[in-house]
C-alpha cells in the first residue's frame, strides 16, 4: 500500500486547494487528481446526481490504485460520503468534518458559512459545527457564481468582486466573525474575499485540516511513503473535459507547470 497514490477528486479545480494543502503536507506522496469538469457544478444537482457522479470517480480512481480517497469537494461529500465508505474498502475521507473542526478553533460566537446550494441546502455544516459547539451561531449563505467565475479563470476581476460584495456584505452586516469557505473552489478567491470582507473576519477553509486528517490516516495503517520527494510532474491529472482549461487555470492557481492533463472516460 505504501506504494500506492492519494486519489483526490473534486467536480473542477476547486479541489486543486486540498491538492495543494496534501502536497505541503506529504511531499513524498504521489497523488492522481479528478476533476469532473464534464459534469461541473455538482452544487446545483440533487443528492442522487451528485451520489452517482461521486462514485463513478471514486471507482476510476480505484481503478488507477490508490490507497486512500479524498472527497475534495463539499457538495460530494455533503451526501455521498457515507455511500462511498460503505463501498469501497480503502478509507475515504470528506472536507465537511475537517472544515468544522476548524472553523470551531477560531469562531468565537457568529460562524457564515458559504457554498453552493447543494452543500448549504443540506446541512452538513451546521450540523457538523453543532455536533460540536452548540453555542455558536450560524449563518449559511449559497453562492452558486463563485464556481463558475473560478471556472473561467476570472480570479481577480472586477465582476468577480462585484459577486463577493454582493452575496458577502449582508453576512458582515450580520455580524459574522468567520466565514467557512465551504466550497473547494472558494479558497481560490480568498485573496479577493479577505478584501471586500476585511481583516476582522477570519476566513476558513478545511484544506489544511483535511491534509492533516490524511498524514494521520497513512501513518495509523504504516501507509505513508517515505523514500522519496515527490513533486508535481510525478502527479496524474484527469478531467472529464476541457483538459486545457483545466492546465491554464490550475497553473495560475498552483503557480506550477502542469506537464499534462488526461481526459478521463467515466
Ligand atoms: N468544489 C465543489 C464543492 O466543494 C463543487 C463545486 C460545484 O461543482 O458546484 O462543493
Known amino acids: 500500500m505504501r506504494n500506492k497514490s492519494i486519489g483526490i477528486f473534486d467536480s473542477g479545480i476547486g479541489g486543486l486547494t486540498v491538492y495543494k494543502a496534501i502536497k505541503e503536507k506529504l511531499p513524498h506522496e504521489r497523488v492522481v487528481y479528478l476533476g469532473d469538469t464534464a459534469r461541473l457544478p455538482y452544487g446545483s444537482k440533487s ?29 460530494s461529500s455533503s451526501y455521498a460520503l457515507p455511500t462511498l465508505q460503505g463501498k469501497l ?9 475537517p472544515g468544522a473542526e476548524a472553523a470551531i478553533k477560531v469562531s468565537q460566537k457568529r460562524i457564515g458559512v458559504i457554498g453552493t446550494t447543494a452543500t448549504i441546502s443540506s446541512g452538513s455544516y451546521e450540523k457538523a459545527i453543532l455536533e460540536r459547539n452548540q453555542d455558536i451561531e450560524i449563518i449559511s449563505k449559497d453562492c452558486p457564481l463563485f464556481v463558475p467565475l473560478v471556472e473561467e479563470g476570472w480570479l481577480n476581476h472586477k465582476v468577480t ?39 476582522e473576519i477570519q476566513l476558513i477553509d478545511s484544506a489544511e485540516t483535511v491534509a492533516e486528517k490524511t498524514f494521520s490516516i497513512l501513518k495509523s ?8 520527494h515527490f513533486g508535481i510532474t510525478d502527479d496524474e491529472f484527469y478531467v472529464t473535459d476541457f483538459p486545457e482549461r483545466f492546465k491554464k487555470v490550475g497553473e495560475i492557481f498552483l503557480q506550477r507547470k502542469i506537464d499534462r492533463v488526461n481526459t478521463a472516460a467515466i
Open 47 to 75: 443528492a442522487e446526481t451528485i451520489v452517482k457522479f461521486s462514485e463513478d470517480n471514486a471507482f476510476f480512481l480505484v481503478e488507477r490504485q490508490v490507497k486512500i480517497i479524498v472527497v475534495a469537494c463539499n457538495s
Open 89 to 97: 474498502d480503502i478509507p475515504v475521507i470528506g472536507v465537511i468534518e
Open 161 to 199: 468582486r462585484l459577486v463577493i460584495e454582493e452575496y458577502l456584505l449582508p453576512l458582515k452586516e450580520k455580524g459574522i466573525d468567520s466565514l467557512v469557505l465551504g466550497c473547494t473552489h472558494y479558497p481560490v478567491l480568498k485573496d479577493l474575499i479577505g478584501d471586500v470582507l476585511g481583516k
Open 221 to 228: 495503517f504504516g501507509w505513508l511513503h517515505q523514500d522519496r
